[in-house]
Every structure is written in structure tokens, then in C-alpha cells.
């Protein structure tokens, strides 16, 4: 079931827009976590493919829920969270911002009550996690496995 947008929630969206803009990526996402009213974590995606907490990894990038997601898990947030998603296009319009499968697998193992997301043209989708299911795989994580491949194939060569 999709729920209305409330106020508060088009607060948090407007701060992950803010979030979005300091990604230096081309698809700009930015991501804020609120727990009973208030911000615990903001992020957008960035270069990075591996963390020691096991968070990154099979990716080319650090997605914005993954970056505010480790923030939680750092802070040792248990409470009932709301994740707010946005991505930004190359002139600043909110495009669809839906979660790939790798992130919502990793938001299962948080206390995420609910998700709200950017469908483009001014359009925001909000899902219980209960309710909430993605396979959708993103195509940083197929340009991924091919860069691994062709290493592993170069490296094959030289052995």
C-alpha cells in the first residue's frame, strides 16, 4: 500500500535533495534516516567499493541508503526508522530513485519502518517495509562484475 506524504516527510525529501547535490556521481542520490521526528543519519552515494563492516561491497559505488545505513549501524540506532530517497538528474530534476535489489536486502537487516522514494515528476512513493520488495539491479553492479572479469582475465594471461 502506498501512504500520502506528509509534511515531515516532504521535510526529510527536501534534505535528501540537498544530499543528493553534494554526490559527485552522475546519478546523484541522496538519502536521509529520521527516528521519532528527528534526523540520525543523512548521505549520498560516492566512489567507494569496499567497507570493513561489510556494508559495501559487489558495487562500484557506495549507494546513499548504504552510506546513511552504516551511519546508523555506527551510532547503534535500534529504533524504528524512515528512510527518504532522492536522486537527482544532471539539471537538478528529481528522477526515480527506486532502491536496487543490493540495498534492499541490506535495509531488511535495519528497524526501517518505512521508505520513501522519488518517482520522478515531482512524485514521491511511500512504502511500508513490510509491504516493500525490489529485483531491481542497477547497472553499476553490472559494469562492476565486467571490470572484475576483465581483470581477472588480464591477470590469468600474465600467470
Do not use: W
Not at 3 to 20: G, P
Not at 83 to 99: E, K, M, Q, T, W
Not at 135 to 156: C, E, R, V
Amino acid at each position: 500500500m502506498i501512504n500520502e506524504c506528509t509534511n515531515n516527510d516532504m521535510k526529510y525529501i527536501h534534505m535528501a535533495v540537498d544530499e543528493a547535490s553534494k554526490s559527485k556521481l552522475l546519478y546523484r542520490h541522496g538519502c536521509v534516516a529520521a527516528s521519532s521526528g528527528k534526523v540520525v543519519a543523512r548521505g549520498y552515494n560516492k566512489y567507494r567499493t569496499f567497507s570493513k563492516d561489510g556494508l559495501i561491497n559487489d558495487n562500484c559505488s557506495c549507494h546513499a541508503e548504504i552510506d546513511v545505513l552504516r551511519k546508523c549501524k555506527k551510532k547503534n540506532i535500534t529504533k524504528k526508522l524512515s528512510l527518504y530517497i532522492v536522486r537527482l538528474s544532471g539539471a537538478d530534476h528529481i528522477c526515480n530513485s527506486f532502491p536496487c535489489k543490493q540495498c534492499f536486502e541490506t535495509m531488511k537487516e535495519f528497524p526501517i519502518k518505512n521508505i520513501t522514494y522519488s518517482a520522478g515528476d515531482g512524485i514521491f512513493i511511500k512504502e511500508s517495509m513490510k509491504n516493500f520488495d525490489s529485483d531491481y539491479q542497477t547497472s553499476g553492479q553490472d559494469i562492476f562484475h565486467q571490470i572484475i572479469d576483465s581483470n581477472i582475465k588480464l591477470l590469468m594471461k600474465k600467470v
